[in-house]
């Protein structure tokens, strides 16, 4: 899929929460999308944008787990061909980036993260770059048949590095 409109409601028949118009661009063999730009609206005309963000996939498993996701939030963008073409994102209306990392053994037999990293980042608009915001390391264990996680132990960090450790969740 290339090209999807998904809506989202909080039961069957309810309230619309929001609609996402996605581009999926470029295939791992396995079929996990290398790159995705998302625009989420409010309303179902799609006009009260809430954000747009792309999505970059990197290093991806034979079975199509990806070791290394980056996420990059925006607060504008366009979608050419009265909505129907490339959704461009405005440069400079960077909101925040998110970049998990999962080594490539830290996978159990179903395609569950045991252990990963997550790094969360601001965008600074005076400086016109992304500033550190805070640092995670995840363990997980106990995946039930369901893959929902009985035990997560989340580690802070107040450094991108991950030396200086502040709290245990």
Not at 127 to 153: K, L, P, Y
Request: glycine share 6%; proline share 1%.
């Amino acid at each position: 899929i290339e090209n999807q409109m998904v809506y989202t409601y909080n039961e069957k028949d309810g309230f619309l929460l929001d609609v996402q118009e996605i581009r999926s661009f470029g295939f791992h063999f396995s079929g996990t999308a290398l790159r995705q730009i998302i625009a989420t609206y409010a309303d179902e005309t799609k006009t009260e944008l809430l954000d747009a963000k792309t999505i970059e996939n990197s290093d991806i498993t034979a079975s199509g787990n990806v070791t290394r996701s980056a996420v990059t939030k925006y607060s504008e963008c366009t979608i050419t061909d009265e909505g129907e073409g490339e959704i461009r994102l405005t440069s400079g209306s960077e909101t925040a980036r998110q970049t998990v990392v999962t080594d490539r053994e830290a996978f159990d037999s179903r395609g569950n993260a045991l252990n990963q990293t997550v790094l969360r980042e601001y965008y600074d608009s005076e400086s016109a770059s992304f500033r550190f915001s805070e640092f995670q390391e995840t363990m997980n264990s106990g995946f039930d048949f369901h893959d929902r996680v009985s035990q997560s132990i989340v580690l802070n960090y107040a450094d991108p590095d991950g030396t200086q450790f502040t709290q245990r969740q």
